[in-house]
């Protein structure tokens, strides 16, 4: 190997591995996709299939920015998004589990209704068609970890993040713990897997089902609202593109466990900083960089499936050699 | 003999049953709609029946109203056919705009006549869209993965390659994104343009074209398949019950993907339609939403052939009147969208229960099956 | 001794059939006591009741003497009366202790006291000798430990009286034994036992008293030390043979199926059927009789094509299908009215019409090219309805709108129609009144004098009986046994129904003899 490809690959390396900013990007661009993650695993545990996140996030966004419109500051902003995200998740479970509309046509009529309402809304409200941008809207201001930014190497990797990312961090452990330690995160899981056993032992299983979906209207709502108020500081129409949906595929990923799906969806911040990056080099026109992350869902999606079909074989060839 | 008014009645009875939940959805959408409307300090009245003088109003109007109906016709049938054959196509949208790209590269690329040049493109919307729900479907029977997500995930590749396509080799005009415009051997030809010499005009002021009536045949046509062919036999059984249908022989795989094929196909001759009858070149058309309309419609429609053309026809009036209604009021035209979404709401509220078993069955053939035993019981 | 249940005039009625008819049920306290009966019984119903999961029509039960009322599951474990049923509520991925403290988990402040709940389940499992492992997750355990964890499930909750159906079902001679020496101890322990079973061996060796029912009312009860096999069987089993169908003697031709050797898996990816292999000639019935969940339902998926054989070879006509896909099959010659009826048999909101045509509108005269001939197919479903009398309004209504035994004769219509040579009816009578009954075993007698080669599957002993030329017994997946109808007995099939075979029958006498 001589001396210009190494250079070439260590200048490859400092670019787009060791290189505090993407991680950064990194870290910060797969906010969203670990909140929709989560929002899409809570349900899933709970044996919900649960599609309307995409339209969740889009509210949770619109909500946000209304919110520190209204009254020139994000926190409100954060409320109202949560406030919206709870409600219209409740809507949902009425209509899915009480009323048994199907669910999988109610979520889908939850996301297109999103698109259209929050373009509605921001014509009323805005007067203006797709964007709800105005100086009176306030962003969440980044935060310095008093100790931690000083940390050489981490400490710029740690600090300085808005308050949702640490948020989303906090929840991602929050969660753990509530499903594996606490009383009714066990019963949802039981409620998930087999909801006749725990009906047999008294658990109140609609119940649980209820607050499983409003709390993945919560994560989705933050979801969104990060993308409005954090990100940027102003509602885009179909800001969410395709985050609901790709926070499914990172909870398959993930295997329904908080931590592992906070890895994968770490997996798409990295595709998303990526992209941003390659954008900036000029290697290739813009569109296929912003292709990546859903091709890259199909991709991982396919990777996935074929292991796991391979596994299951195994298991299955296994078995039957203790066979009689 | 009595059996036969017995009979009737009963079907009446059936059917007055079904249409009560429909009207009462419709009543609800409505009365919320009314709510919205009062918050923006209109009167709801005065409002709807704006919107259906818009809609209904004039000849005008209702050329408008044909024209916007068009490519959600389209859209509806391709949603109604995936449903009744029990998969979820949710990436129309996608496969419509791939359709019309397809459709504009052939249309603009070729010199040939109109004989040969008009099908020619037809025929290339409808094969590039159900190219387009290829992936998904492989991934669904082969791979067991939903495809509610993969679909999705194509929605979005066809928005960014198109942009792509009409940015770079596609493109017309250095200083638009534009592609060139497709041969007039190509053309759909609109009302106003085919009667304009003559003495009465037909579709003034709009762009109201022939491709209401290739829309027209392509219903027949499926509604011919539906009923009178080995396919549509298929699609229809194992779209109610997939393990009755592998019982007596028929093979689900094959039946599955032709549906999804067929209904990608049906999404992308919409797309090209659109193109050949309205904007006779590719132009940004994402943010209208015309597959996830169609989704709306087919659902209003009760998946059914007819009933979402029905569906179709009646949202393309209602666009129309939502159109004039933002002239004159400056109501956002989304209300509409927004009025039909909660009504679709309340119709689903109504429990498509069997629907949701015949999912399960897709995902996981090891689950337990219900046995007559707990029929019985 | 007091009683510690008491059921009197228990009638439960589901849509169609009487499951339980003024049953009067009693246990005594301490005791093994043994519920019996064939399929249909109405055992299970009868514990349903007891542990609330069903409400009785009628009838009143008593708990250690005192009159309670029932009327919820909360009720009876309330009470202390614990249930383990056939098919485990267990949560695969949870482990042993999360399994038996779940919806009752001891607590410290917000969190799951982990310590807690391991040690109180070591405590009740050391007290009644059950070993478990806390910490082992329940999907990796063996079915014999399954039924360990929910067992102490019910001693969790503090069950006195613990209802078990069908214990051994799932379990091997190995983890049978162990059971055995489950109930004991917990019988030792002060418990009360219940348990449904048709093993009439395991009824002699383990319980005390038995309750024998039949066709949902009770036959009597027994002391087991005063009664054996044989008379249980009869008690089961015997019945009026109010069937009275015209049989021709057979004409027996070429032998039209084959089974070798076939192994066959269950849903639960265990080996339901264990190296079968059978005959059945043209013009013959063969019976395979046995009760339900010995590996019948395997045995027709495997040979109609619905299921995979893992092993062995089927030949129809000499032909081997094994490897051939269900259309194929039908090709050549096969038709099969499924244990399913309404899942796999019909498609019920399809029309009648549809059900008919949907295993031959692929073909002429019911289709020429891509295209259907409607007509065809219209005439032939009206002289399909006219012929096999099914009572409907007309072919183009829903199938759900017609009742079970109009909804089977639709089945069979379809299925006679291609004129089979091989026709495999499994449980083709279930849940069908007499009438019905009567005209599907006589379809059934038709197609076989007509040269059809029949195999016919089912739990209906009678039935089974009544038609055959030949018979023969699934016990556990295997053949134990093969007759000529003409010498079967109601007792000899019972008892291989019941996993006696001859050699065991022959043991007891000669113990009996050196008594």
């Known amino acids: 190997m001589d001396a210009n490809t190494m250079a070439q690959i260590v200048d490859i390396l400092e670019r787009y591995v060791f290189n505090v900013a993407n991680i950064q990007g990194t870290l910060r661009l797969a906010t969203p996709v670990v909140l929709a993650g989560l929002c899409a695993l809570i349900t899933s545990r709970a044996g919900i299939l649960n599609i309307a996140g995409e339209g969740l996030i889009l509210f949770g966004a619109w909500f946000g920015v209304l919110g520190s419109y209204l009254y020139s500051n994000a926190m409100i902003g954060v409320a109202f998004a949560m406030v919206s995200g709870f409600i219209i998740a409740g809507l949902f479970a009425l209509f899915s589990l009480k009323f048994r509309a199907n669910i999988i046509i109610m979520g889908i009529a939850i996301n297109i209704f999103a698109q259209a309402a929050t373009i509605f809304l921001t014509r009323v409200v805005a007067k203006t068609a797709g964007v709800f941008a105005d100086p009176r809207i306030v962003g969440l201001p980044p935060i310095e970890l008093p100790f931690i930014k000083d940390i050489p190497v981490l400490g710029p990797i740690l600090s300085g993040y808005t308050a949702i990312v640490y948020l989303s961090w906090a929840l991602v452990i929050l969660t753990t713990i509530f499903l594996y330690r606490t009383p009714w995160g066990i019963h949802l899981r039981a409620v998930g897997e087999n909801p006749r056993a725990a009906e047999t032992l008294g658990i109140n299983v609609s119940r649980i089902r209820f607050g499983a979906v409003m709390a993945s209207g919560v994560f989705a709502s933050l979801a969104g609202v990060y993308l409005s108020l954090g990100h940027l500081t102003m509602f885009v129409q179909q800001m969410s593109a395709g985050r609901g949906y790709i926070g499914m595929a990172v909870n398959n990923f993930g295997g329904g466990q908080p931590i592992p799906v906070f890895f994968a969806s770490m997996l798409f911040g990295f595709i998303y900083t990526i992209g941003w990056r390659l954008q900036g080099e000029r290697i290739m026109p813009v569109y296929f960089i912003d292709m990546l992350p859903y091709v890259a869902t199909l991709v991982a999606l396919t990777l996935f499936s074929l292991r796991r079909r391979r596994a299951l074989q195994k298991a299955r060839a296994g078995n039957s050699n203790e066979e009689d | ?377 | 001794m007091t009683l510690a249940v008491e059921m009197k005039g228990i009638r439960k009625v589901f849509p169609g059939v009487v499951a339980n008819d003024s049953v009067d049920f009693a246990v005594q306290e301490g005791e093994i006591h043994a519920l019996v009966g064939e399929n249909g019984a109405g055992k299970t119903t009868l514990m349903n009741v007891l542990f609330g999961l069903y409400f009785a029509e009628a009838g009143s039960i008593q708990i250690r003497g005192q009159p309670v009322h029932i009327r919820k599951n909360a009720d009876a474990i309330a009470l202390g009366i614990g249930m383990v049923h056939q098919s485990f509520k267990l949560v695969p991925s949870f482990t042993v202790a999360e399994n038996i403290t779940l919806g009752a988990e001891p607590r410290k402040g917000i969190f799951v006291d982990r310590e807690a709940v391991r040690d109180s389940v070591l405590e009740i499992s050391e007290r009644f000798g059950l070993k478990v492992d806390p910490e082992a997750r329940v999907m990796d355990l063996p079915v014999g430990v399954q039924q360990r964890v929910e067992i102490l499930k019910a001693l969790y909750r503090e069950a006195d009286v613990l209802i078990l159906d069908e214990p051994t079902a799932v379990l091997t001679p190995q983890e049978t034994d162990e059971f055995f020496g489950v109930v004991r101890s917990l019988v030792a322990g002060g418990k009360t036992v219940i348990f449904i079973t048709h093993k009439l061996r395991e009824v002699l060796e383990i319980s005390d008293r038995v309750t024998v029912m039949r066709d949902g009312a009770v036959v009597g009860t027994k002391d087991t030390k005063d009664t054996d096999v044989a008379e249980l069987a009869r008690m089961m089993v015997g019945r009026e043979v109010l069937l009275r169908v015209e049989k021709r003697n057979a004409e027996l031709g070429e032998i039209v199926l084959r089974v070798d050797n076939l192994r066959v898996r269950d849903d639960r990816h265990q080996i339901a059927v264990r190296g079968v292999s059978l005959e059945v000639r043209a013009g013959e019935i063969l019976g395979v009789a046995g009760v339900m969940g010995n590996g019948q339902r395997e045995l027709v998926e495997a040979i109609v094509g619905l299921r995979p054989a893992v092993g062995g070879t089927i030949y129809v006509s000499g032909k081997e299908i094994t490897p051939l896909s269900v259309r194929e099959r039908r090709e050549s010659g096969m038709s099969c009215i499924p244990e399913d009826r309404y899942v796999r048999g019909l498609a019920l909101p399809a029309t009648i019409q549809d059900n008919l045509v949907a295993c031959s509108y692929y073909k002429a005269p019911m289709s020429k090219g891509p295209l259907l001939e409607l007509d065809t197919i219209a005439s032939s479903a009206e002289t399909a309805i006219k012929t096999f009398d099914v009572r409907t309004t007309g072919k183009d209504v829903p199938a759900f709108t017609l009742s079970g035994g109009n909804l089977q004769k639709v089945v069979i219509a379809r299925e006679l129609s291609s004129d089979p040579n091989l026709l495999i009816a499994a449980q083709p009578t279930r849940g069908l009144d007499i009438g019905s009954i009567e005209f599907v075993l006589q379809r059934i007698i038709d197609a076989r004098d007509g040269g059809t080669a029949v195999l016919l599957v089912s739990a209906e002993l009678d039935e089974v009986m009544s038609l055959s030329d030949r018979i023969v017994v699934l016990y556990e997946g295997k053949i134990v046994g093969t007759i000529d109808g003409a010498h079967a007995t109601e007792q000899g099939l019972g008892l291989w129904m019941a996993g006696i075979s001859d050699e065991d029958v022959e043991e007891e006498a000669k113990e009996a003899a050196h008594v």
């Not at chain 2, 059936?14 to 009560?20: A, C, G, Q, T, Y």
């Not at chain 2, 109604?80 to 998969?87: C, E, K, N, P």
């Not at chain 2, 037809?122 to 993965?145: H, I, N, S």
């Open chain 2, 1 to 377: 003999m009595s059996n036969t008014a017995g009979a009737l009645s009963r079907t009446l009875g059936k059917f007055l049953r079904r249409s009560v939940g429909i009207v009462l959805s419709i009543l609800a959408g409505v009365f919320v709609g009314s709510l919205i409307m009062i918050w923006y300090k209109q009167n709801p009245v005065e409002i709807y029946g704006q919107l259906l003088k818009g809609a209904y109003g004039s000849q005008r109007s209702l050329f408008i109203g044909l024209q916007r109906a068009t490519p959600l016709i389209f859209t509806a049938l391709a949603s109604t056919l995936a449903f009744r054959t029990g998969v979820f196509n949710v990436g129309v949208e996608g496969q419509f705009f791939i359709g019309a790209i397809a459709g504009t590269y052939v249309g603009y690329a070729f010199q040939m006549p109109a004989i040969i040049h008009l099908p020619l493109t037809l025929l290339t919307g409808f094969v590039a869209g159900a190219a387009w729900a290829f992936v998904p479907t492989l991934m669904r029977q082969k791979l067991g993965v939903s495809e509610i997500v993969t679909t999705i995930m194509t929605n979005y590749i066809a928005t960014f390659l198109i942009s792509y396509l009409t940015n770079y080799p596609m493109r017309a005009d250095p200083t638009t994104p534009d592609t060139p415009p497709i041969m007039p051997t190509a053309r759909l030809p609109q009302f106003i343009e085919m009667t304009r010499e003559s003495a009465n005009p037909l579709g003034k002021g709009t762009q109201a074209h022939l491709g209401i009536l290739v829309a027209v045949a392509v219903v027949a046509v499926m509604y011919f398949i539906f009923k009178r062919t080995k396919i549509g036999f298929e699609w229809r059984m194992v779209g109610i019950s997939f393990p009755f249908s592998e019982f007596a022989g028929m093979n689900l795989d094959r039946t599955f993907i032709s549906g999804m094929l067929v209904s990608g196909g049906l999404a992308g001759l919409g797309g090209s339609v659109e193109i050949m009858g309205v904007w006779r070149e590719y132009k940004n058309l994402f943010a209208t939403g015309f597959g996830f309309k169609g989704n709306l419609a087919a659902l209003l429609g009760g998946q059914s052939i007819l009933g979402s053309t029905v569906a179709a026809l009646f949202y393309g009036s209602m666009e129309a009147g939502a159109l004039g209604l933002e002239w004159s009021a400056g109501i956002p035209r989304q209300l509409i969208d927004i009025v039909v979404g909660l009504i679709i709401f309340f119709m689903a509220a109504e429990g498509m229960w069997d629907f949701v078993k015949r999912i399960k069955w897709a995902r996981a053939p090891e689950e337990e099956r219900r046995t007559t035993q707990e029929l019985e019981a």
